[in-house]
């Protein structure tokens, strides 16, 4: 169970890194509360919350579970797992997004 926690602290940790950051500066950017949802763009605002939101529950799954140490261990590589492949298919899917919102212009 720990392990799928660690997964998905990775997951989580990085999902909220480009929320935040657009959000703190200043940048609309695509949200899960957008219409349509992942597609459109929220406000900066709503993005701080969200991307916080995403940090509060990767450290939540942390903590909750034992914590993580860094070391050539299951735990670490988990959570490598899981922020590699979410990084990875936020990639994907924002240049895919931003890409046809560019053809538009």
């Given at each position: ?6 997964f ?5 940790l ?5 929320h935040?950051?657009?959000?703190i ?43 993580v140490t860094?070391a ?11 922020a ?10 924002f ?6 919102a560019?053809?538009?212009?």
């Amino acid at each position: 169970m720990f392990y799928l926690a660690h997964f998905f602290a990775g997951v989580f940790l990085v999902n909220g890194v480009p929320h935040f950051v657009h959000g703190i500066s200043g940048q609309a950017f695509q949200s899960p509360f957008a219409r349509p949802p992942g597609v459109g763009e929220s406000s900066p605002i709503i993005n701080v919350l969200w991307g916080s939101f995403n940090f509060i529950v990767g450290y939540a799954l942390f903590k909750s579970f034992g914590g993580v140490t860094l070391a050539l261990n299951l735990d670490t590589l988990l959570v490598v797992m899981g922020a590699l492949s979410t990084a990875l298919s936020l990639s994907w899917h924002f240049h895919r997004v931003r890409h046809k919102a560019d053809l538009k212009k």
